[in-house]
């Protein structure tokens, strides 16, 4: 077990050893259940399979120099990924206990198992126990309809004959395998190929308690970037490197920032505008004469493509720098998603990925510490820019042929950090510096034109900086300018945060605009939903009786009817609480008579609530004449996503009897309405402030790795809605237990007509 730090290294272990086997198709499968000796995990693949003499003679055997000797496999000559054959201890990390049946062309079928517990028990190695004995195809196909693989369609096209291929089942498994964990191996998985690899070998990732989760594994490309910097090493002493500029306009340099070009500096190639409206230019790097060419040869040819993507507008260090530098738009949430999940620069050696190279938190070129050294923004005096760790994406393609210096760890997790692997580094690092110096170069003859443009502004950030570096002792005249430096600083950084928030917000309107567009097309949907589900059931009992499928679990379609109905009012419940809310009465500012706005409310949400086992009531007491002038659609942003918080804390609280109070009074003109629930209550790091949860992008919904994946935003809007009422609060409540909140709206003074 020691040989693979965690049970998706094993996986990605055993999918290699399908690719060896010139597999055209590997499935994982996940089968999950109450326990984990109840759990289980399938490798399969359509590659050559083993004979008994395979089995014995190397499966069974640890460490063999097979792939050593030879190093293409037979079939597709294909460049095998492992080297050590250590292949079999993966199952081990597993699970405790393998069953492997396998079929080769020329041998037929064996099945072969062992429990890995007996290894513990055992004195002496030969007292450790593997069973091989034949299988035939008839008794094979007992054993995969027994294991719940025939209902996997893609099953029947790799096992369609049985002549050739290998099943692995892992059970008693060591590892529990939450949504999450499958999560995360998709995404493994999704980096383990490249794109011009996925129609030689098709990989597919299921989940046999829902199979239409995921499915086929498709290699991550992505199109969204700022640069992209593509370099060959194929030998001798140059590397050939094109870039690929995408990150500023083209049409804004020709005409609002045209003058940027009469700089002499940005007169010669690859920095005249020409040159911006090819998009790439080709550069070629030098290898220091110092390093000797035979040490050189070492490293081997080696494939280098890496993406600059920023995931903001805003330099750290650049606070006019939307105004220096025409950038192209970017959608921020999208690339921060991506770059979670994909970022880093990753290893594959003959089209496989290395592990850990690149994996979050993984910065092997130590981009990180030179960035560090350096934190100035791209406008800076040139030569002093450094990209972040977390503003890259990048293949490193080797080969065991070309790049034979560079041997696995004996854990499989990594290569070695010999001499070889350490110049292959520092020339990554090279390739690296040729975006960085392309990048500051442009930004800061943009930067320079800026400042000759605008003196002023420059002058007034230059005089605030000096102003906050003087010491205390100062007379009274400096001290006021220092204050008023740190007035004009707060200021700045205000308005900073402002346009944040507003980027969200429009980031926010464009989705509902996104909803109301299709309006008429999705109120149609949204119809027909349930009633096509009871339609194709009295079609298909027409001519299957339900009877015929009694006790059947897999292959059943009236159990998928039921699957699919209960999805199909998910959805029908969420437009129909979506259509409604974007409404265009929603958006006047009219007289709302608050006792049948609330009982609307109720309404709309209880469909939902239902589902989840959540009872929500509603006390109204003396209201039934109250009003307030308002934007419906505000009302709806501030007590739906009450609702929303409260259906996450239940997500998180052991509470069987879940509910939710509305309780609303009318205490001397004011509409007092208390929101509480029973849930989990406010999170931990609130409880002794807990005004803060109020602050734009504040949240404490968090993932396993307690990553924050909530928005941060609905608290803050909910508050900015309430305070723009006259005499309006929103306050928390003091909870025991649960959580409470309480919003309180001055009402309408009726007049006597």
Excluded at 157 to 180: A, P
Excluded at 403 to 422: L, M, P, V, Y
Excluded at 487 to 509: F, H, I, P, V
Excluded at 592 to 602: A, E, G, H, Q, V
Aim: proline share 2%; net charge negative.
């Amino acid at each position: 077990m020691e040989n693979f730090a965690n049970a998706e290294g094993a996986i990605v272990e055993l999918v290699k050893n399908a690719y060896d086997a010139d597999a055209e198709m590997c499935v994982v499968v996940a089968d999950i259940r109450r326990s984990l000796e109840e759990s289980r995990l399938f490798i399969i693949d359509n590659g050559s399979g083993m004979s008994e003499s395979t089995i014995i003679k190397h499966w069974m055997t640890i460490g063999t120099d097979d792939k050593l000797v030879n190093a293409r496999t037979t079939g597709k000559q294909r460049v095998k990924s492992g080297a050590k054959g250590i292949g079999r201890f993966a199952l081990n990390r597993l699970g405790s206990k393998v069953e492997m049946i396998t079929f080769n062309e020329f041998d037929g079928g064996h099945l072969w198992s062992v429990d890995w517990r007996s290894f513990d028990e055992a004195k002496v190695l030969s007292d450790i126990k593997a069973t091989l004995e034949r299988l035939s195809t008839a008794d094979a196909a007992e054993r995969f309809k027994d294991y719940g693989l025939m209902s996997i369609s893609v099953f029947e096209k790799i096992q369609s004959d049985f002549s050739h291929g290998t099943v692995i089942c892992v059970s008693n498994l060591n590892d529990s395998w939450k949504e999450e964990n499958l999560v995360s191996l998709q995404r493994n998985l999704e980096n383990l190929i490249p794109d011009h690899m996925q129609s030689a070998f098709g990989l597919y990732l299921y989940n046999l308690k829902d199979l239409s989760w995921c499915g086929k594994i498709d290699p991550v490309e992505y199109s969204d970037y700022d640069y992209k910097i593509s370099a060959r090493y194929g030998g001798g002493r140059t590397i050939d490197v094109c870039i690929e500029r995408n990150e500023l306009n083209v049409s804004l340099l020709e005409t609002s920032y045209s003058r940027v070009f009469e700089r002499s500096s940005m007169q010669v190639p690859p920095y005249c505008l020409d040159d911006f409206r090819k998009k790439s230019v080709m550069q070629q790097i030098a290898i220091s004469d110092a390093v000797n060419q035979d040490f050189l040869d070492t490293v081997g040819e080696f494939s280098f493509t890496f993406y600059f993507i920023k995931n903001t507008t805003k330099d750290d260090q650049d606070k006019d720098g939307n105004k220096k530098y025409p950038y192209n738009t970017i959608d921020s949430i999208a690339r921060k998603s991506w770059l979670s999940k994909f970022g880093g620069v990753r290893i594959f050696r003959d089209d496989f990925r290395v592990r850990p190279y690149g994996e979050n938190g993984n910065d092997w070129l130590d981009l990180g510490r030179r960035q560090a050294q350096s934190p100035g923004g791209a406008g800076q005096k040139i030569g002093g820019y450094r990209i972040r760790p977390n503003q890259i994406a990048g293949v490193v393609n080797i080969s065991r042929v070309h790049n034979s210096a560079f041997e696995d760890k004996s854990s499989r997790e990594g290569i070695q950090e010999n001499d070889a692997f350490t110049l292959f580094k520092n020339l990554l690092v090279q390739i690296i510096s040729v975006f960085e110096n392309d990048r500051n170069y442009i930004m800061y003859n943009l930067s320079e034109q800026f400042r000759s443009e605008h003196p002023v502004t420059i002058k007034a950030h230059d005089i605030a900086k000096r102003a906050l570096q003087q010491s205390d002792e100062q007379s009274e005249d400096k001290k006021d300018l220092k204050i008023l430096a740190e007035s004009y600083q707060s200021l700045e950084s205000e308005l900073n945060e402002k346009e944040a928030e507003l980027a969200m917000l429009r980031g926010l309107a464009s989705m509902g605009i996104s909803v109301a567009t299709f309006t008429h097309e999705l109120r149609s949907v949204m119809l027909r939903l349930i009633p096509r589900n009871e339609t194709l059931r009295k079609i298909i009992s027409q001519f299957i009786p339900v009877e015929k499928f009694s006790g059947v679990r897999f292959g059943n379609p009236y159990r998928e009817l039921d699957i699919m109905r209960n999805e199909d009012e998910k959805l029908y419940n969420w437009l129909q609480y979506s259509l409604h809310s974007i409404q265009r009465n929603k958006r006047d500012w009219v007289e709302i008579k608050l006792s049948d706005y609330f009982k609307r409310f109720l309404d709309s949400w209880q469909p939902s609530l239902s589902k989840k086992n959540i009872t929500m009531h509603l006390n109204m007491n003396d209201m039934d004449d109250a009003v307030i002038d308002a934007f419906e659609m505000d009302l709806d942003s501030v007590y739906n996503n009450f609702v929303a918080n409260s259906i996450n804390a239940f997500l998180k609280s052991k509470e069987e009897n879940k509910e939710i109070s509305l309780n609303i009074t009318n205490d001397h003109g004011l509409a007092v309405i208390d929101f509480i629930d029973n849930g989990c209550g406010l999170a931990a790091e609130y409880k002794e402030n807990p005004n803060i949860i109020f602050n734009a992008f504040e949240t404490s919904t968090v993932d396993n790795k307690n990553n924050k994946i909530g928005t941060g935003m609905g608290l803050f809007i909910a508050k900015g809605v309430i305070e723009k009422f006259t005499d309006s609060t929103i306050a928390i409540l003091p909870q025991r237990a649960g959580f409470g909140i309480r919003t309180i709206l001055k009402l309408k003074i009726k007049t006597e007509k």
